[in-house]
């Protein structure tokens, strides 16, 4: 597995903080933009391969995450 970035990091914090799990951090994002959003796309937010802004901006509102 590859290594966290800083806001996969952040985003496995707040889920913890909130005691929710990465598939309903998906289906409030795919509820809130629309977009087609699953667990590989996640991964890739995590680790920082990929960085779509409404996506990023939306698990910010979601898990209420300063920008």
Do not use: H
Request: hydrophobic letters at 35%; proline letters at 1%.
């Amino acid at each position: 597995m590859a290594k966290l970035c800083d806001f996969g990091k952040e985003i496995k914090k707040r889920l913890v903080d909130l005691d929710q799990s990465q598939e309903w951090l998906i289906e409030e994002v795919r509820r809130d933009t629309g977009l087609y959003f699953d667990n590989g796309y996640l991964y890739k937010i995590l680790t920082g391969t990929r960085s779509a802004p409404r996506i990023v901006q939306s698990i910010r509102t979601i898990l209420k995450m300063e920008n």
